[in-house]
């Protein structure tokens, strides 16, 4: 069974642009989580996900949005690039509600803004 | 509310030697609590979890952990050090009522030969 997979690897991108990441749960996950794992910070909550709703978002500017789409697969936006961007993104899928558990990671993907 | 803290930011041991990592969290409600471990530049992969079961919980690569309510701790132990456990360690304590996730702040293991 295939686990949480994210795109791209890596990207490179300059201030002021835009990137867009993406992420497949589970099959079966309803529930999709971003983290931002910036060096020496430790993981910081952005948003999270379940049946197609944002549900909670962590303390990050506007300019960081995403969605979920009908197949639970989600994407992360990161409009008016700055470079403390710069960071591992990490997408975390889990089953929805009661039957939450455990969160499952895909393998990241590593933004630097230049 | 929920929060978790770990309680050294690195710890340092011999391989072969017993390995400690502290956690202690606080929650409203029952808590699940689950130690990841991350290498680097890598994700994070569950080593274990408490669900409200056995307060002695096993996991994988030899690592363990046990659930003290009275002690609000989780701390992850493993009886023997390998080169391979140099990575960074996370606590994360999650409310049934609440369904967030709140991480530790990590713990850098090194393993000295």
């Known amino acids: 069974e295939a686990g949480v997979t994210q795109s791209p690897t890596h990207l490179i991108k300059t201030r002021g642009q835009q990137a867009t990441l993406r992420c497949s749960p589970i099959s079966g996950h309803t529930s999709v989580y971003w983290y931002q794992q910036a060096l020496g910070l430790g993981l910081q909550f952005l948003l999270w996900?379940?049946?197609?709703?944002?549900?909670n978002r962590g303390n990050f500017p506007p300019r960081f949005s995403g969605r979920q789409f009908p197949n639970y697969s989600s994407e992360l936006n990161v409009n008016a690039l700055e470079l403390e961007d710069s960071a591992l993104y990490l997408c975390a899928s889990s089953f929805s509600g009661s039957k939450a558990g455990e969160l499952f990671f895909g393998e990241g993907s590593r933004l630097t803004v230049l | 509310a929920q929060s978790v803290t770990q309680l050294d930011s690195h710890v340092s041991v011999s391989e072969g030697t017993p390995v400690l990592l502290r956690c202690n969290y606080s929650?409203?409600?029952?808590?699940?609590l689950f130690w990841y471990v991350q290498h680097p530049n890598k994700g994070l992969q569950l080593l274990l979890k408490?669900?409200?079961?056995?307060?002695l919980v096993k996991g994988i690569n030899g690592f363990e952990a046990e659930f003290k309510k009275s002690e609000t701790s989780f701390h992850l132990t493993k009886p023997s050090a390998h080169m391979s456990d140099a990575a960074e360690y996370f606590c994360v304590v999650s409310d049934q009522g609440t369904y967030k996730y709140i991480f530790g702040t990590g713990t850098r293991l090194k393993v000295l030969a």
């Open positions: 929650s409203s409600y029952s808590p699940s």
């Open positions: 408490y669900t409200s079961a056995a307060t």
């Open positions: 996900y379940d049946e197609g709703e944002e549900r």
